[in-house]
């Protein structure tokens, strides 16, 4: 059966047609950021006119998805009113079912059911690109909370010391080893504006500042990630996302677990989905979610 996809990102949206685990057609376009959950709404809906009509929707989103409702926990990912009613405004302008969750919650149900968390119960997905995003899946089952907040691991402690994050936490792991992150504390240290992939070029031809850098992030995140185990007693975390991919990035997150106690190590492997997880995730759950 073909479900309608959409994922909804900080500087994109996406729009598959999604059938067994396969994308068949695919749009993208840029992501509204005025604030107004109804210019996403609307701008959605233009773009899904010109895709053969399907019997249901999903949305992955970046932000907290409760009971319908978006609501952005770092706004500067996501500017939107809190408490959106996402899935109430979408079943009326693309009339049919919607079912909402959060990015990388649905990515996390990609990876595990068709990825690189087979084969395992207990795992988690964690993204690393413009903000820090997770989906935990135990004992088989997604877990999306009360509220829809499980696995915004992006908001646990990766430096006390470190800045306020747009949650209002000071310290978050997003604001020291996302994307965004990266490429602030770079330009601040360089003195001139640079982005993610700049610093990551820099390292490997050598600059020890950028190396230093991009090793402290992988040492929150590893930090992060002992913290998961010791709290959920996962087998797996699936590291993906831009910059969790990017080359050398996870060798020193590996390297940093590698300094704490052994009995929190655990297999950190490559996510295998691709830039599609999100798409693919939702799909799946539209059909166990409303029918
Ligand atoms: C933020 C948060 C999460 C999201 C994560 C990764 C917002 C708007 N988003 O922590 O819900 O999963 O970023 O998001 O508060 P991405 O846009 O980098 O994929
Ligand atoms: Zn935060």
Do not use: Y
């Not at 997770?134 to 997604?142: Q, W």
């Amino acid at each position: 059966r073909e479900v309608l996809a959409i994922d909804i990102g900080g500087t994109k949206i996406a729009l598959a047609l999604v059938a067994n685990g396969q994308v068949t057609r695919r749009l993208q376009i840029a992501t509204p950021r005025s604030g107004r959950g109804t210019d996403i709404v609307e701008a959605v809906a233009r773009q899904a006119a010109t895709l053969p009509a399907t019997v249901s929707a999903g949305v992955a989103t970046t932000g907290i998805v409760d009971q319908g409702h978006l609501t952005a926990l770092n706004p500067a990912t996501l500017p939107i009113e809190d408490r959106f009613p996402l899935v109430q405004a979408l079943e009326a302008s693309l009339a049919r079912p919607v079912f909402a969750i959060n990015d990388a919650q649905a990515a996390a149900w990609a990876e595990f059911r068709r990825g690189a968390g087979q084969g395992v119960e207990r795992m988690a997905f964690v993204t690393v690109s413009t903000g820090i995003g997770a989906g935990i899946v135990l004992d088989g089952r997604l877990q999306s909370g009360r509220k829809g907040l499980a696995g915004h691991v992006g908001h646990m402690m990766g430096d006390p010391d470190g800045p306020v994050c747009g949650c209002g936490r000071r310290g978050c792991i997003e604001r020291l080893a996302s994307g965004t992150a990266i490429a602030v504390l770079a330009s601040e240290l360089l003195g001139r504006p640079v982005d993610s992939p700049e610093v990551f070029a820099a390292a490997e031809a050598g600059d020890m500042a950028c190396n230093r850098l991009l090793d402290g992030a992988a040492a929150g995140l590893a930090s992060v990630f002992c913290d998961l185990v010791a709290s959920l007693d996962l087998e797996r975390v699936v590291l993906g996302g831009g910059v969790g991919l990017a080359p050398g990035f996870l060798e020193r997150v590996r390297r940093a677990i590698g300094l704490q106690p052994e009995i929190f190590h655990r297999p950190v492997v490559r996510a295998a989905m691709g830039a599609d997880a999100g798409l693919i995730g939702i799909a799946d759950l539209v059909l166990t979610e409303l029918f």
